[in-house]
């Protein structure tokens, strides 16, 4: 299994500024995934954070808003930019692994934009 | 591309009493099929899956689901609930190739009081 790490929980962010979330896991992994869950929606994947290379974005999420990085094996951010209300929400990391394994997920964290 | 439905927002259920929570999928193609479980307060975590061979599937806890291909459907179930069961419970289907990129359903929540 592992263990893993949102900062921050929540967060109460003005429009138009930025926020980074930080993912970090307690062992190396092969795959990070970036979730989003609206308020009463499903959870949709925001991109795959790639270890060494850029990120693989799901359609309909950008690069620009959702910057997104991941420096090692352990370790991933994802940024909310330029802030809207709409961006309210919770982020969750979610890890892999190995091939053929279950998805790991973090506690998530609670975004609301005012 | 796969989708998800779960149609019940909000199960209310006594304790000691059974309980099912629907999940109907929509794919193209064979699917691999989650169901995942999110406490108060904590992340989420892997209830059970479905990956091929017997289409009943159990968890530690007494949760069962059986995958119905002709249905689409993998409703989760269990004879007997208890307080601690109270949580949100959300139902995945595999995108792509692998487990790891998931679309999720809305999720339903179990309410079990005394």
């Known amino acids: 299994s592992a263990v893993i790490s949102q900062k921050p929980s929540r967060d109460i962010c003005q429009r138009g500024t930025s926020l980074t979330i930080q993912c970090q896991v307690d062992s190396q992994v092969t795959m990070m995934f970036w979730y989003r869950q609206q308020p009463g929606q499903s959870l949709t994947l925001i991109a795959t954070a790639n270890q060494g290379s850029e990120a693989t974005y799901e359609s309909g999420f950008v690069i620009d808003k959702f910057p997104i990085s991941r420096p090692n094996l352990t370790f991933s951010t994802l940024t909310v930019s330029n802030m809207s209300p709409e961006d309210s929400s919770i982020y969750l990391c979610?890890?892999?692994?190995?091939?053929?394994?279950?998805?790991?997920f973090g506690q998530g964290t609670r975004l609301t934009v005012v | 591309a796969q989708s998800v439905t779960q149609l019940d927002s909000q199960v209310p259920v006594f304790e000691e009493a059974p309980v099912e929570l629907r999940c109907n999928y929509s794919?193209?193609?064979?699917?691999?099929l989650f169901w995942y479980v999110q406490y108060p307060n904590q992340g989420l975590q892997l209830l059970l899956k479905y990956l091929s061979g017997s289409t009943l599937v159990e968890s530690i806890n007494g949760f069962e689901a059986e995958f119905n291909k002709s249905q689409t459907s993998f409703h989760l179930r269990k004879p007997s609930v208890h307080i601690s069961d109270t949580a949100e419970y959300f139902c995945?289907?595999?995108?792509?190739?692998?487990?790891?990129?998931?679309?999720f359903g809305t999720g339903t929540r179990l309410l079990v009081s005394p």
């Open positions: 794919s193209s193609v064979s699917v691999y």
């Open positions: 979610s890890v892999e692994m190995g091939q053929n394994t279950e998805a790991f």
């Open positions: 995945a289907v595999s995108k792509g190739t692998g487990f790891q990129k998931l679309v």
